[in-house]
């Protein structure tokens, strides 16, 4: 959090309750008009499928993902560049 600070970015905390990777969040992350995120890759390949599934795009303000802590999996990475905008980042944190 303090790096984003120092940028002089606001940090939203996810809301309380249990947070999963599903439409829910999407409209959070629309509602919140969040610009970066930064995902446990988990979360991260729950998500990607969800949005493949369910067909709905990319919340319009997003412009970077980060995702780190195992190994991204090359077909859930095939499947974000379908759903992602060619604009919106994503950078692997992980190692």
Same mark, same amino acid.
């Given at each position: 959090? +303090?790096? /984003?600070?120092?940028?002089?970015?606001?940090?939203?905390?996810?809301? *309380?309750?249990?947070?999963?990777?599903?439409? =829910? +969040?999407?409209? +959070?992350? &629309?509602? @919140?008009?969040?610009?970066?995120?930064?995902?446990?890759?988990?979360?991260?390949?729950?998500?990607?499928?969800?949005? &493949?599934? =369910? !067909? @709905? *795009?990319?919340?319009? =303000?997003?412009?970077?993902?980060?995702?780190?802590?195992?190994? /991204? =999996? *090359?077909?859930?990475? /095939? /499947?974000? @560049?379908?759903?992602?905008? !060619?604009?919106?980042?994503?950078?692997? %944190?992980? %190692?």
């Amino acid at each position: 959090m +303090f790096p /984003a600070w120092i940028a002089g970015a606001t940090v939203v905390p996810a809301p *309380p309750g249990r947070v999963l990777p599903d439409a =829910s +969040f999407t409209r +959070f992350v &629309e509602a @919140q008009r969040l610009t970066v995120l930064d995902l446990a890759t988990a979360f991260w390949h729950e998500w990607v499928n969800e949005l &493949e599934r =369910s !067909r @709905q *795009p990319l919340p319009p =303000s997003v412009r970077l993902v980060i995702v780190g802590g195992e190994k /991204a =999996s *090359p077909q859930a990475y /095939a /499947a974000w @560049q379908r759903i992602a905008p !060619r604009h919106v980042r994503w950078i692997d %944190g992980y %190692g």
